[in-house]
Nanobody
Framework: QVQLVESGGGLVQPGGSLRLSCAASGSNLEIVTLGWYRWYRQAPGKERELVAHITSDGSTNYADSVKGRFTVSRDNAKNTVSLQMNSLKPEDTAVYYC???????????WGQGTQVTVSS
């Protein structure tokens, strides 16, 4: 089993920045075989949407709504993935979830989510 724990959420003014982190712990075999990580978000009354994706070799993809403002990165040595969010807008307000897929066990893991609120 793998546990994913997000941190770094909070309240920020429009135009501000936040950095979310997701730390993986648990089964060493599963952790070293985690393929891609993804960040999702879910705003009240809306469906969960994919925000950013990073593969095991560092290739990234972003939702159009965050391109140029958000950057996803991973540190395989520390078993962490981060989401740097700049130029935040009120519409970025949501609970942000970390998601990872283990290529060995074929299991999909989720964190508990962290709240990001962008408001003046």
């Amino acid at each position: 089993q793998v546990q994913l724990v997000e941190s770094g959420g909070g309240l920020v003014q429009p135009g501000g920045s936040l950095r979310l982190s997701c730390a993986a712990s648990g089964s060493n075999l599963e952790i070293v075989t985690l393929g891609w990580y993804r960040w999702y978000r879910q705003a009240p009354g809306k469906e969960r949407e994919l925000v950013a994706h990073i593969t095991s070799d560092g290739s990234t993809n972003y939702a159009d709504s965050v391109k140029g403002r958000f950057t996803v990165s991973r540190d395989n040595a520390k078993n962490t993935v981060s989401l740097q969010m700049n130029s935040l807008k009120p519409e970025d307000t949501a609970v942000y979830y970390c998601n990872a897929f283990c290529t060995w066990s074929k299991k999909d893991y989720w964190g508990q989510g962290t709240q990001v609120t962008v408001s003046s």
